[in-house]
């Protein structure tokens, strides 16, 4: 019963903030590397960020480097995504997927094996 349930998304100004979540159940949390992406209507599944099991590894797309922050309690088995100086091009939904990737890595280009539901971001100018 593994399951991932994304939160958070909404409709937000050009400028500002959003934190995502993503709540884990059914499997070992602090085991798996965790990650989110993000697809707009017409285009490409771009990998967004990622962390390590652990929180010591992070990895970002070049797109939302310096605006977006990920990281995780794994006390509470959640991963989170601070956007903030939102752009209308950050408009998506918004995927969380996971994976069993040892302790210490992450990539975006990873090809996870579970993922959620998506919660759906609008930027409108």
């Known amino acids: 019963q593994l399951q991932l349930v994304e939160s958070g998304g909404g409709l937000v100004q050009p400028g500002g903030s959003l934190r995502l979540s993503c709540v884990a159940s059914?499997?070992?949390?602090?085991?798996?590397?965790m990650a989110w992406f993000r697809q707009a209507p017409g285009k490409e599944r771009e990998g967004v960020s990622c962390?390590?099991?652990?929180?010591?590894?992070?990895e970002y797309a070049d797109s939302v480097k310096g605006r977006f922050t990920i990281s995780r309690d794994n006390a509470k088995n959640t991963v989170y995504l601070q956007m903030n100086s939102l752009k209308p091009e950050d408009a998506a939904v918004y995927y969380c997927?996971?994976?069993?990737?040892?302790?210490?890595?992450?990539?975006?280009?990873?090809?996870?094996?579970?993922w959620g539901q998506g919660t759906q971001v609008t930027v409108f100018s």
């Open positions: 997927a996971a994976d069993y990737l040892g302790d210490y890595y992450c990539s975006v280009q990873h090809e996870y094996e579970h």
């Open positions: 962390i390590s099991s652990r929180g010591g590894t992070t």
């Open positions: 059914g499997f070992a949390f602090d085991y798996y590397a």
